[in-house]
Each structure stands twice: as C-alpha cells, then as structure tokens.
C-alpha cells in the first residue's frame, strides 16, 4: 500500500508542478517512509439545494399534463478519509448518501363531464455518490482554506409509482411503478471550504477542527425513464422516448467535524 501511495505522489508531482525543488519531493517520500502522512476522518451533514432535472420536468408537465415537480431533499450524509501527502496536498476517499423525492397529483378531464382521470405519482431517490478526491491547501495553519475535487460514481435507487382513479370504460392506463431500478453513473464533484481548528496546530490533538465546505456535484445519468408508459398511453408522445437525465447535479453546504488517526507529536 505505502508504494502505491509513494506512486500517486511521484505521478501528482510531476503533473502539477514539473518544476518543483528535489527537497520538497524528497521531504514527503520522507513522510511515507517515516509513516507521518497524517490521515484524517471525517464527518458532516449538508443541506442541498439547487436539485433540478430540467428535461424530465418539462415532459413530464408538457406531454403527460402533470404539475410542477418541487424536489424536497434530506440532508446530505458524507464520511471519508484523506491523506496528507505534503503541506498543500491530500489525497482521499469520500462517501456520501441523500435522499430526493417528490409527490403531485393532477386532474384529466374529459369530453363530458363524468368521465375523468385522476393521477397522483410519487418519485423517491436515494443516491450514494462516491469519491476518489484531493485537496489544494496553500497554508497549513490553525484556519485552512483549501479546493478541490473528486472523481468516482453514484447508485441511484431510483422508484416513481403512480396511481390512478378512472372513469374511462377502457382504461389503459393502470398504477404500479413507472420506473424502478437502480443505476450506477460516473460522476465528479468540486469543493472549497474552511478548516477551523481547535488548537493552532489542529494536527496536534484527535479532534482537529470543526469545517464547513460548499459542493457542486454532478452525475452522468441518463434513464429511459417514461418506458413502461409506453403501452399504457394511445398515441404515446415521441418526446417521452428519449432518455433524460435525472437528478444530474446539485449544490451543498457542508456541516463537520475532522478527527487526526496519527496526531503530530511535536
């Protein structure tokens, strides 16, 4: 494990900075060999906003007459580690888990006044995006600002079920599940954010520093989502054949804690 980490170290360094003095380099090979790589743990909550799914909003209200869709969200839950593979420069694994929903219903009326639909639907996702990330710290001190970034994927355990009340004597349209399956999608994420530490070297003691931390991140996931209306629907719209994207991205401020594994002695 300590060569792949020495490995990530050599490969970041020639990347970011072909320049850099031999010293610098050789000081954090010094901290792997000397196993003072400092990891550190995390935890925090969040609070998303900025959910959208354009798209599928659009066809959803356009061609099945729906209403407006209002994503409601929990908070957001995310642990991980991170690595201190020099003074400006961590390494580390994120996880994080939220919930989005939404429920609406809407009225179908139609040539004379006893014959109707009435459709009410719900839409539950619970995502559980995950990261390999770094983190950018240009001063290491008791308040450290830091950016960064992430590369991994999501699991979406997505489920939309309808109901439906009607009057229509040959009604196609019957409840159950519109869609429901799970999706795996890569995604990335980007992150700046503050460490206030408890003691001026927050490196010292196992609890290192309260944080908070602003999110965007995005999914690549695209769903034939309005599939199973297929048969459902006379004259099915040709729109709701394509694939949407569904709960692409979103924004989030994060709450949280860091706890030091191997505190620094001095």
């Given at each position: 494990?300590?060569?792949?980490?020495?490995?990530?170290?050599?490969?970041l360094?020639?990347i970011?900075?072909a320049?850099?003095?031999?010293n610098?380099?050789?000081?954090?090979?010094r901290?792997?060999?000397?196993?003072?790589y400092?990891?550190i743990?995390?935890?925090?909550?969040?609070?998303p906003?900025?959910?959208y799914?354009?798209?599928?909003?659009d066809?959803?209200k356009?061609?099945l007459k729906?209403?407006?869709?209002?994503?409601?969200?929990?908070?957001?839950?995310?642990?991980?580690?991170?690595?201190?593979?020099?003074q400006?420069?961590?390494?580390?694994?994120?996880?994080n888990f939220?919930?989005?929903?939404y429920?609406?219903e809407y009225y179908i009326?139609?040539?004379?006044s006893?014959?109707?639909?009435?459709?009410?639907n719900?839409?539950?996702?619970?995502?559980?995006?995950m990261?390999?990330?770094?983190?950018?710290?240009?001063?290491?001190?008791?308040?450290?600002s830091y950016?960064g970034?992430?590369l991994?994927?999501?699991?979406?355990?997505?489920r939309w079920?309808e109901?439906?009340n009607?009057?229509?004597?040959?009604?196609?349209?019957?409840?159950?599940?519109?869609y429901?399956?799970?999706?795996f999608?890569p995604s990335?994420?980007?992150?700046?954010?503050?460490?206030?530490?408890?003691?001026?070297?927050p490196s010292?003691?196992?609890?290192?520093?309260?944080y908070f931390e602003?999110?965007?991140y995005y999914?690549?996931?695209?769903?034939?989502?309005?599939?199973n209306?297929?048969s459902?629907?006379?004259d099915f719209p040709?729109?709701?054949?394509?694939k949407y994207?569904i709960?692409?991205?979103?924004?989030?401020?994060?709450?949280g804690l860091?706890?030091?594994l191997?505190?620094?002695?001095?």
């Amino acid at each position: 494990m300590k060569l792949v980490f020495k490995i990530f170290v050599l490969t970041l360094f020639f990347i970011s900075n072909a320049k850099s003095q031999n010293n610098e380099l050789v000081e954090v090979l010094r901290q792997f060999d000397e196993n003072t790589y400092r990891p550190i743990i995390y935890t925090s909550f969040g609070f998303p906003f900025a959910i959208y799914s354009k798209d599928f909003e659009d066809a959803y209200k356009n061609q099945l007459k729906g209403g407006e869709i209002e994503f409601q969200a929990s908070n957001l839950y995310s642990a991980g580690i991170k690595f201190w593979v020099s003074q400006k420069h961590r390494i580390g694994f994120n996880a994080n888990f939220v919930n989005i929903n939404y429920w609406d219903e809407y009225y179908i009326q139609g040539q004379v006044s006893h014959i109707y639909r009435y459709i009410s639907n719900s839409f539950d996702a619970n995502l559980f995006p995950m990261f390999a990330t770094y983190d950018f710290i240009p001063y290491d001190k008791q308040f450290r600002s830091y950016i960064g970034g992430g590369l991994g994927m999501t699991v979406a355990a997505i489920r939309w079920s309808e109901n439906v009340n009607s009057t229509y004597q040959y009604e196609k349209r019957k409840s159950g599940d519109i869609y429901k399956g799970t999706v795996f999608s890569p995604s990335f994420k980007l992150h700046a954010g503050v460490e206030m530490g408890f003691d001026k070297n927050p490196s010292k003691k196992f609890l290192g520093s309260f944080y908070f931390e602003f999110d965007y991140y995005y999914s690549l996931r695209k769903i034939d989502i309005f599939k199973n209306l297929e048969s459902k629907i006379t004259d099915f719209p040709k729109e709701l054949k394509d694939k949407y994207e569904i709960l692409p991205g979103q924004l989030s401020l994060n709450l949280g804690l860091t706890f030091n594994l191997n505190p620094v002695q001095k």
